[in-house]
């Protein structure tokens, strides 16, 4: 037996680096494939056995593409900004730029070891000033066009971590990381204006080869609503505010109305005897994240102001309550409340006895929420809901106090962080001129290496007096630079352009180059990027599209989400439960090709589960009939004895295994079904070890099911197959070699074998010539000795044939 730990897969890596076989040939005449998967982030040292089942499959489907005639391009890369390597620093000492570079080469290591084929000529690393550099070009073009703007806004606040926390990062109204109490803090912050492309964003989706599931998140989060914005005046006041509502046809049941604690509106229409209840109100909803105040569960609470409105569409006064479950950064930050009409309204209503009015006819009891006849309003009743909307919103008009509107739920990205290691924002502040973008000749702004970084609740670069003293690049006086870093979303926005033309240092890449090699035909990653990083790429894509840059519409044309890896105990790996799962000395024990292959056969691709020990040795011992399958196979075609020319039966049985194999595998690896795929080849390595064990053998049959059989398992197992393509004396490498293509007449079987019931239960198995006709068929099964035994005393009263499969009969 040779080894195939990591003595092979050193020999072969060495071979394929030495040769250039995966360089990516820019002027092949062969169709491209630009094949990724989302870049690591170097946060942890080493790369674990999740990050080998996004990439270790991915490298399979691309090497079997590029047999198929593609030509394959497929970078890799770190995204390498971010907080977890700063507070690794303020917790070791260890500076964030020596940390990551430091796991930068510890994965690059590990990644080579995987034998995948990335054009590492192409590697970007985000945090490096010449990736960064140009980051802060697409800020400004963003700037330029005014895509990207600065305004205070309302942020989660932990006062112990001194930092903006994002909302998934606030648990129970508490900081995920040290437990503390947030609140909300108002904060200067730069923006980008992806609501502006929010109607394109939406209707792009559905051409797009992504999961179902994803595409509706992104819906979901994008938040299209057609209705109508409707004024109400507040009474004895020359105050107003709007609403937005999708139900314009329940106007007439409006008998509350709700202002988000934020409003500003709040302050100045709180009577006094209601100050201090609102004013406590409204400190009890600053602890609370977006995410948990909008829960549908959760219970909806609220204080009155003391003030009322005027519902313009009969003048009839109602009250104007807080409540936190309405946000100032959806919508108008007011709703109109229908609690006859909407479950969350009724609720409400009856938990504060507030009145009641029905106003829609359908439903038998309260609330009603579909649609239906109007009723108690006035020259509206009679009216359907969609008539109704429409002549409501015609008389609102007429009066000035509303008309039709659009609305997303979808919000401009925030892009300031109070952290140090992250891309400086490239804005000079001058008291003269205002917001002055650094002029492009004096990009990178570099990111200091001697910085305060612990966190005090101010930007770390804001204390750096080097950093942020400058000069104004207008009109020259003394100016500041930003001291907030941008979001690493920002720096994989557009990642998958640069991997294209990763040398440029006068461009942030060449536009042609890019528009032949883009978009990515099939992406990668995980399903929490879903609302976040393939909305902010989509969106920067379009952006450039305008400005001129880019020619396409969308990044990524397909799209495919892995499973997580789970620890033996079926629970996410973490250090701190013990369960992690490193590659490194599986890889040394028995080779990446039986890492890989585990991953690929012991999960769905798209659920991933629980490491097993037990199902890796089974992987690793399914290599070795493999290999004694193929060394029997090889000594059979090379001996001179018990040889045939004939295609007989048993020659026909082979081919159809490995034709069958060859369909299967090919069509099931399109579909990112791995673990069936393998399950294919196991079943042909059974068909290719029974047949070498035959009295007799056609050799150039057997010769040319080897050379099948290793293609189809080269993506699978590229080391290993390499190994057995250069001792079945072929030459260098596989991977330059054309995939099989299967014949369906391959597939039709002189024979098949049917099974014989009697009352549902089988008593036999017969072979029968596959062109036979049903009455053939039942003379046969008829004929069967164990049929007839068991037929003795009972009268046959029909029979059924299900056509190459069984033959049912029924006796009494």
């Given at each position: 037996?040779?080894?195939?730990?990591?003595?092979?897969?050193?020999k072969?890596?060495?071979?394929?680096?030495?040769?250039?076989?995966?360089?990516?040939?820019e002027?092949?005449?062969?169709?491209?494939?630009?094949?990724?998967?989302?870049?690591?982030?170097?946060?942890?040292?080493?790369?674990?056995?999740?990050?080998?089942?996004?990439?270790?499959?991915?490298?399979?489907?691309?090497?079997?593409?590029?047999?198929q005639?593609?030509?394959?391009?497929?970078?890799?890369?770190?995204?390498?900004?971010?907080?977890p390597?700063?507070?690794?620093?303020?917790?070791?000492?260890?500076?964030?730029?020596?940390?990551?570079?430091?796991?930068?080469?510890?994965?690059?290591?590990?990644?080579?070891?995987?034998?995948?084929m990335f054009?590492?000529?192409h590697?970007?690393?985000?945090?490096?000033?010449?990736?960064?550099?140009?980051?802060?070009?697409?800020?400004?073009?963003l700037?330029?066009?005014?895509?990207?703007?600065?305004?205070?806004?309302p942020?989660?606040?932990?006062?112990?971590?001194?930092?903006?926390?994002?909302?998934?990062?606030?648990?129970?109204?508490?900081?995920?990381?040290?437990?503390?109490?947030?609140?909300?803090?108002?904060?200067?912050?730069?923006?980008?204006?992806?609501?502006d492309?929010?109607?394109?964003?939406?209707?792009?989706?559905?051409?797009?080869?992504?999961?179902?599931?994803?595409?509706?998140m992104?819906?979901?989060?994008?938040?299209?609503?057609?209705?109508?914005?409707?004024?109400?005046?507040?009474?004895?006041s020359?105050?107003?505010?709007?609403?937005?509502?999708?139900?314009?046809?329940?106007l007439?049941?409006?008998?509350?109305?709700?202002?988000?604690p934020?409003?500003?509106?709040?302050?100045?229409?709180?009577?006094?005897?209601?100050?201090?209840?609102?004013?406590?109100?409204?400190?009890?909803?600053?602890?609370?994240?977006?995410?948990?105040?909008q829960s549908?569960?959760?219970?909806?609470?609220?204080?009155?102001?003391g003030?009322?409105?005027?519902?313009?569409i009969?003048?009839?006064?109602?009250?104007?309550?807080v409540?936190?479950?309405?946000?100032?950064?959806?919508?108008?930050?007011?709703?109109?409340?229908v609690?006859?009409?909407?479950?969350?309204?009724?609720?409400?209503?009856?938990?504060?006895?507030?009145?009641?009015?029905?106003?829609?006819?359908?439903g038998?009891?309260?609330?009603?929420?579909?649609?239906?006849?109007l009723?108690?309003?006035?020259?509206?009743?009679?009216?359907?809901?969609?008539?109704?909307?429409?002549?409501?919103v015609?008389?609102?008009?007429?009066?000035n106090?509303?008309?039709?509107?659009?609305?997303?739920?979808?919000?401009?990205?925030?892009?300031?962080?109070?952290?140090?290691?992250?891309?400086?924002?490239?804005?000079?502040?001058?008291?003269?001129?205002g917001?002055?973008p650094?002029?492009?000749?004096?990009?990178?702004?570099e990111?200091?290496?001697?910085?305060?970084?612990?966190?005090?609740?101010?930007?770390?670069?804001?204390?750096?007096?080097?950093?942020?003293?400058?000069?104004?690049?207008?009109?020259?006086?003394?100016?500041?630079?930003?001291?907030d870093?941008?979001?690493?979303?920002?720096?994989?926005?557009?990642?998958?352009?640069?991997?294209?033309?990763?040398?440029?240092?006068?461009?942030?890449?060449?536009?042609?180059?890019?528009?032949?090699?883009?978009?990515?035909?099939?992406?990668?990653?995980?399903?929490?990027?879903?609302?976040?990083?393939?909305l902010?790429?989509?969106?920067?894509?379009?952006a450039?599209?305008?400005?001129g840059?880019?020619?396409?519409?969308?990044?990524?044309?397909?799209?495919?989400?892995?499973?997580?890896?789970?620890?033996?105990?079926?629970?996410?790996?973490?250090?701190?439960?013990?369960?992690?799962?490193?590659?490194?000395?599986?890889?040394?024990?028995?080779?990446?090709?039986?890492?890989?292959?585990?991953?690929?056969?012991?999960?769905?691709?798209?659920?991933?589960?629980?490491?097993?020990?037990?199902?890796?040795?089974?992987?690793?011992?399914?290599?070795?009939?493999?290999?004694?399958t193929?060394?029997?196979?090889?000594?059979?075609?090379?001996?001179?004895?018990?040889?045939?020319?004939?295609i007989?039966?048993?020659?026909?049985?082979?081919?159809?295994?490995?034709?069958?194999?060859?369909?299967?595998?090919?069509?099931?690896?399109?579909?990112?079904?791995f673990?069936?795929?393998?399950?294919?080849?196991?079943?042909?390595?059974?068909?290719?070890?029974?047949?070498?064990?035959?009295?007799?053998?056609?050799?150039?049959?057997?010769k040319?099911?080897?050379?099948?059989?290793?293609?189809?398992?080269?993506?699978?197992?590229?080391?290993?197959?390499?190994?057995?393509?250069?001792?079945?004396?072929?030459?260098?490498?596989?991977?330059?070699?054309?995939?099989?293509?299967?014949?369906?007449?391959?597939?039709?079987?002189?024979?098949?074998?049917?099974?014989?019931?009697?009352?549902?239960?089988?008593?036999s198995?017969?072979?029968?010539?596959?062109?036979?006709?049903?009455?053939?068929?039942?003379?046969?099964?008829?004929?069967?000795?164990?049929?007839?035994?068991?037929?003795?005393?009972?009268?046959?009263?029909?029979?059924?044939?299900?056509?190459?499969?069984?033959?049912?009969?029924?006796?009494?």
């Amino acid at each position: 037996m040779i080894n195939y730990g990591t003595k092979i897969d050193q020999k072969w890596q060495k071979k394929w680096e030495e040769t250039g076989l995966y360089n990516f040939d820019e002027n092949s005449d062969k169709p491209k494939l630009y094949a990724l998967e989302m870049f690591s982030y170097p946060s942890g040292n080493k790369l674990h056995a999740g990050h080998w089942f996004n990439y270790g499959p991915v490298d399979s489907w691309a090497r079997m593409k590029r047999m198929q005639g593609y030509n394959v391009f497929q970078p890799m890369g770190f995204d390498a900004f971010g907080l977890p390597a700063e507070n690794y620093a303020i917790k070791t000492g260890v500076h964030p730029k020596d940390s990551t570079e430091k796991n930068i080469e510890t994965m690059e290591k590990q990644l080579k070891a995987m034998g995948a084929m990335f054009n590492w000529d192409h590697e970007v690393v985000t945090c490096r000033p010449e990736y960064y550099k140009w980051t802060q070009w697409v800020f400004l073009k963003l700037f330029e066009k005014g895509l990207a703007y600065r305004k205070k806004a309302p942020v989660n606040w932990c006062p112990s971590c001194n930092t903006v926390l994002a909302n998934e990062q606030v648990v129970d109204g508490c900081c995920e990381r040290c437990s503390t109490e947030v609140t909300k803090k108002d904060l200067t912050q730069w923006f980008l204006k992806i609501t502006d492309y929010a109607e394109e964003l939406l209707n792009n989706l559905d051409s797009l080869d992504w999961p179902e599931k994803t595409k509706a998140m992104q819906k979901h989060w994008i938040g299209k609503s057609t209705g109508a914005e409707v004024t109400f005046k507040v009474d004895n006041s020359s105050l107003s505010f709007d609403v937005f509502t999708t139900r314009v046809d329940t106007l007439f049941g409006v008998t509350y109305v709700v202002l988000a604690p934020e409003n500003p509106l709040v302050n100045e229409l709180t009577l006094k005897e209601h100050k201090d209840e609102v004013e406590e109100y409204k400190k009890a909803a600053k602890k609370q994240s977006d995410i948990e105040r909008q829960s549908i569960t959760r219970e909806k609470t609220g204080v009155f102001t003391g003030s009322y409105a005027v519902n313009p569409i009969n003048n009839k006064k109602v009250p104007i309550w807080v409540g936190d479950y309405v946000l100032s950064t959806y919508g108008t930050g007011a709703v109109m409340a229908v609690p006859s009409h909407d479950e969350r309204d009724f609720a409400f209503a009856t938990k504060y006895d507030l009145k009641i009015v029905k106003v829609i006819e359908g439903g038998t009891t309260l609330p009603y929420t579909e649609y239906g006849t109007l009723v108690n309003s006035d020259e509206f009743n009679g009216l359907k809901s969609e008539e109704g909307k429409e002549a409501i919103v015609e008389k609102l008009e007429k009066m000035n106090l509303g008309s039709k509107k659009t609305n997303y739920r979808l919000r401009d990205w925030l892009v300031s962080r109070q952290r140090y290691w992250g891309a400086p924002i490239p804005i000079i502040h001058c008291e003269k001129c205002g917001e002055v973008p650094v002029p492009q000749n004096q990009l990178p702004v570099e990111l200091p290496y001697d910085v305060e970084f612990a966190p005090d609740g101010k930007s770390p670069l804001a204390k750096c007096e080097s950093f942020i003293n400058t000069t104004c690049p207008v009109c020259g006086g003394k100016a500041k630079r930003e001291a907030d870093t941008l979001d690493t979303f920002v720096c994989s926005s557009w990642y998958f352009l640069r991997y294209v033309d990763n040398l440029n240092s006068e461009k942030a890449f060449d536009s042609e180059k890019v528009n032949k090699m883009l978009p990515v035909d099939m992406y990668v990653g995980g399903p929490e990027h879903a609302c976040m990083h393939l909305l902010y790429a989509r969106f920067v894509t379009k952006a450039l599209r305008d400005m001129g840059y880019l020619n396409f519409d969308e990044p990524f044309t397909s799209l495919r989400h892995q499973g997580l890896i789970l620890g033996p105990d079926g629970q996410k790996m973490s250090k701190s439960k013990g369960n992690t799962i490193s590659p490194d000395e599986y890889i040394e024990e028995f080779g990446s090709d039986v890492f890989r292959m585990y991953l690929m056969f012991g999960f769905a691709y798209s659920e991933g589960g629980a490491w097993s020990d037990e199902a890796i040795k089974a992987i690793a011992k399914f290599v070795e009939k493999i290999e004694r399958t193929l060394e029997l196979s090889r000594n059979r075609i090379t001996s001179k004895e018990n040889i045939k020319t004939s295609i007989d039966k048993e020659e026909k049985e082979l081919n159809y295994a490995r034709h069958y194999a060859v369909k299967s595998v090919t069509e099931d690896s399109l579909k990112f079904q791995f673990n069936t795929s393998i399950a294919r080849l196991m079943e042909f390595t059974s068909s290719l070890y029974k047949y070498s064990n035959e009295k007799t053998i056609n050799p150039q049959l057997l010769k040319d099911t080897i050379v099948d059989f290793i293609k189809i398992l080269s993506p699978f197992a590229p080391h290993f197959c390499e190994e057995q393509w250069e001792l079945l004396g072929m030459n260098f490498s596989i991977f330059n070699e054309k995939w099989p293509e299967f014949d369906p007449l391959a597939l039709v079987k002189d024979e098949v074998e049917i099974a014989i019931q009697i009352n549902g239960k089988i008593k036999s198995r017969i072979n029968i010539a596959s062109n036979l006709k049903d009455e053939e068929i039942k003379i046969h099964a008829l004929e069967d000795e164990k049929v007839k035994e068991a037929l003795v005393g009972k009268d046959v009263k029909k029979v059924i044939v299900i056509k190459g499969r069984l033959v049912n009969i029924v006796a009494k």
